[in-house]
């Protein structure tokens, strides 16, 4: 293809840069996001893994303005779209970034949709306000909009509620709803935990199916390795807030270099593991994220720690290294870029 | 749903007789007889032993409770309430006269009760905190603590003693009504404005609230498009139980104002003694709650789509 | 200091609890701080306003309104605690035995419960003075019937769920008696949640026997007592308003006191974000914690 036409698309559509989320409650004060950066395509899906607590969710919802009510939040750094730094306008105008330019899908739709109102007309509301598109064009935009996403009879559907709905069309509801306003970045959370396997295998099926047709971008908050391999073209791993290893997700699947990494995958067990054998554990337990410390947050449960990591805080760099093909594979420990060590596997 | 509404309505039904039967029992066992009474106001101090015993007998009171009851019940079914001890009229004239009186004040001060809390709870979230937020939910706890006779007499003191603008007393006109209409609305709606309030708050940090900011609305339009939907069960719920107590607050507020409705009747007549007038009342009463709260039920059951389309549960 | 306080108490702020202290020791004091007799009239001192000799001013009989107004404190005081404890001691009684048997007690119980819960409470009362007539005992008695209802159906439910728990029945099958078990066990939490209702109740009890009184069906003259004061001062508003002003205020801030009280216990259990200048003393606090560490690390 000729490269002129590949630029515009090689440029990032969302760019977070330096974030760090401080969460304010009146016991304590946690830090979410520790100095994160990262950034999207369009047309690329991004999952971010990590477990629960690694602030994946925090700094995916947190620059939007999307997280509950009732925290004290304090944001620094910047985040990047196309209509300006979301972390310096007005509530106002992030208000009109969120629904112009996002849509997000959430873990549970079941307490995410609104139980007094119907579905349909808030697909046509969003359509409304943020296509353009008048009262009717509006409503038929949101039946094609739900037969679009997998839900039969959607003329019916327009006017159910939530809980008329089974889990797996919820859902599917919810990502009809996320794309009403024509987003161009898509942030799912966990968007298919909630669902039996059959029903996971048909949402990424689908939210592929609609990335290939409307090239949007994803941001996808998971912390199931299965769904980053079938679905992601880059992957970021976090812990305790900051991101440890990031790359293309053939790089980091085939060749973890993070210890944490490591730590993940091989915890997973497979069919060579044997029957009656033990699980690979990582030893230890997630930080304290209301003390700041110096040092790399994973030293005391890693394998390879050596005397520097716990004095200053290893910074994501690309791997130096002949194993691996890309400088987009970058990972934030001393021992493993200095040594430019082959992964123990 | 119907057979939901059956159920409520046999339920409703049973409570009116049980609690019936019960005043009926209470009040015919109380001391003091009515038979002395009558005979007294017939002959005067020359009432004899068997003038009493004959008026006992003439209206049953030697009967057993239970045929008493039925009689009772049977009366009330054709419309008879009795007989006033006090005034010797019938019941159902002072009913007839009064109830248009205690109707309208209740009426008034229920229409109070519904929009103000809701303008004074949405303010307030909409001020979240701010020097709004916080000076509403000070004078609501204040007007919830202020006995309503006190409220009554502030605003006859200052509205027609000091500034005559408002009449005291009497019943005619319009202007005569608003200072009744907010002493009986005022301690409901302090209540259910801090309901509105916290309700709200609670609603703003639910799943679906954060889905609204998502679909690019501000705290304005996911309070108003997302939680407002939500309000509605529990604001109805609490301003049924608000409305029922309202007759006490009708009874203090005749009082204060020299009214003559249903609550000074009930008053006039447990310092009288007048136990047919009481019976009666009581009854009332009982209607009034059991139904007001049957109503709410019902609505509530209306309003909220899951219990109301649970017959079109699908996959 | 305050802190450790509030830790004491719960968790709720220590603030709270002053204005309904201050009203009790006031109610009990009242004979010592009264400078004058109730009763004591003066006929050609009446209806004066504020003075040296009557810090209040005096009613229409020539009474010192400030001594009338804290000896009614000590008789609303006295009422309500006598009415609070049978009510509780009724309401508990009842719901445990209700929450402990189960079964058809229960069943009839619970009924008994709930129609007496659905009617309100000065309702009742009413109609229980009705039977047995005015008077301040046929009002404390009708109160504490028209009260305990909803202390028994707290008792219950609390009862109902700790009687299954498995520490009660592996008390039982070491063989502790029901009366061991129960007032070792379960009596303390059925106390905890029903005195901490009881306590922000109390002010709606206030309410009623002020209520009661200014209907002429509670305390009657020549006690004095809030309601009843601004009954009899209501004849007077034009001349002398401080006869309803003073009671009336008495009777909102003494309630207030009861629920902020309640307030501050709800509160506490929710979870609270912090804004305003509060949040930016943090955040500086949090910047200088991070400058800290950044220099530890050189």
New interface residues.
Partial sequence: MPATIEEPRSLPIYEVDRLTV?L????R?I?AVDDCSFSLKPGETLAIVGESGSGKTVMTLGP???L?????V?LRGKALTARGDLLAVS??HR??V???D???V?Q?PL???????RIGP?LA??AR??AGLSAVAAKTDAISNLRRVGIADPEDRYW??P????GG?RQRA?IA??LA?RPKILLADEPTTALDATVQAQILALLKQIQAEDGLAIVLITHDIGVVAGMADRVAVMYAGRIVEEGAVADVLKTPTHPYTQGLLSSIPDLDTPIGGRLTEIPGAPPDLSS????CRFAPRCFAVTPPCA??RPSLAPLSSVTSTTPTHKVACFVMQSNCQEPIR | MLKLFYRRLALAICLVGVASALTFALIASAPGNAANFLAERAAGPKATHELVQKIEHDLGLNDPLYIRFFHWVGNVADGRLGESLRTGHPITEEFAQRLPTTIRLLLGGGVVACFMPLLIGVAGALSDGGVLDRSLRVLAIVGASAPNFFVGALLVLLFSVRLHWLPAFGTSGLLSWVMPWVTVGLFPTCVLSRVVRVTLQELMSRPFATTGFAKGYGRTGVLVYEALPNLAVPFLTTFGAQFALMIIGAIVVESVFAWQGIGAFFIDSIRFRDFPAMQAILMTFVVFFVFVNLLVDMVCMLIDPRIRRSQFESA | MINRLRERLGGISPYALIPVVLFVLVAVFAPVLAPYAPGMQVITDAMQGPSFAHWLGTDYLGRDLLSRLLLAARVSLAAMTIVLVSALAIGILIGSIAGYVGGKVDLVLISVIDIMLSLPSLIIALALIGIVGPGYWSMIAALTLAWWANYARMSRAVVASEVHQPHIEACRVIGASHWWVFTRHILPSVLGVVLVYASADAGALVLSIATLSFLGLGVTPPTPEWGQMLVDGMNYLEDSPSMVLLPGLALTLVVVSFNVLGEAIALQKLPRAIKGRVLLKRIRARADEEETVKRGVQ
Avoid at chain 1, 24 to 27: E, M, P
């Fill in positions: 401080d304010y409650t009146d016991k004060t830090r939007l303005g999307l509950p009510e009732g925290i004290a304090h509530g106002r208000a009109a969120r629904g112009n996002f849509g997000v959430f549970d307490s995410a949709l609104n139980p007094m109102r808030q509301e969003q306000r943020f159910r509620y809980h008329e709905f089974s069309m919810m709803l996320a306003s700041l410390e110096a040092g004095l200053a």
